[in-house]
């Protein structure tokens, strides 16, 4: 076990990309609950997606709405926000039941068995616990399972004051909101680089500004 989790009295887990291998999935849910208004107007949300990883998709529809599309030409006509949501969170839904799951992390709960363990996503979170209870893995996170439609920084500033975030503390993600997050809340950051769509993340590490490992399961093999 590396040192910088074997220390951790927290450890705070994003959802997508690190826990489950889900951004993808999610990259085209955006995809498709967009494409009524035109290929180009949902092309334009998932590069905006894909660009701010670890971002609710409340906030990223809306934007969407009152940016992206007026900066569309000949954008068709398209579902309002709850439409929207609507469409995504059923195609979401389903792919979340079936993707990959970290391998190995009931050992990595074994060997990290005094650290509190926390999801903070940006994900929904009745979603994220329905889908977690599910696939039988909601039990490893005894801090709780978070998401939106409060913020990341939200919710760690409530857990902190809780009582529920003991330091050290170290937050595993793949995006640079995660990063940002963690700078944010002074918690160590570890990149898990293996499912990110985050390109800038692999040469942050290599200068030396935080930890990296392609999987969960490399810690066990430190």
């Known amino acids: 076990?590396?040192?910088?989790?074997?220390?951790?009295?927290?450890?705070?887990?994003?959802?997508?990309?690190?826990?489950?291998?889900?951004?993808r999935l999610k990259t085209e849910a955006f995809y498709?609950?967009?494409?009524p208004y035109g290929d180009a107007a949902a092309r334009a949300l998932v590069?905006?997606?894909?660009?701010?990883g670890g971002v609710s998709r409340y906030i990223k529809f809306a934007h969407f709405l009152k940016y992206i599309l007026p900066e569309c030409p000949g954008a068709e006509t398209g579902p309002d926000l709850e439409g929207?949501?609507?469409?995504?969170?059923?195609?979401?839904r389903t792919g979340l039941m079936t993707c990959p799951v970290a391998d190995r992390l009931e050992e990595l709960r074994a060997?990290?068995?005094?650290?509190?363990?926390?999801?903070?996503?940006?994900g929904d979170q009745s979603e994220l616990r329905e889908v977690f209870a599910a696939r039988n893995i909601d039990g490893y996170f005894d801090g709780g399972i978070f998401g939106s439609p409060e913020t990341k920084n939200e919710i760690?500033?409530?857990?902190?004051?809780?009582?529920?975030?003991?330091?050290?503390?170290?937050?595993?993600?793949?995006?640079r909101l995660d990063y940002e997050v963690a700078r944010w809340a002074e918690l160590d950051f570890v990149f898990v680089e293996g499912w990110s769509e985050w390109q800038e993340?692999?040469?942050?590490?290599?200068e030396g500004r935080f930890a990296m490992v392609r999987t969960l399961p490399e810690f066990l093999e430190v």
């Open 47 to 52: 590069e905006y997606h894909v660009s701010n």
């Open 111 to 122: 060997a990290t068995q005094k650290a509190c363990w926390m999801m903070v996503s940006g």
């Open 1 to 23: 076990m590396c040192k910088v989790l074997g220390n951790a009295r927290t450890l705070i887990f994003d959802c997508d990309g690190v826990v489950l291998d889900s951004n």
């Open 32 to 35: 498709t609950a967009a494409r």
């Open 201 to 206: 993340g692999a040469r942050m590490a290599s």
């Open 156 to 175: 760690i500033a409530r857990e902190t004051e809780a009582g529920t975030i003991r330091r050290p503390a170290v937050f595993l993600g793949d995006s």
């Open 84 to 92: 929207l949501l609507s469409v995504y969170s059923d195609t979401v």
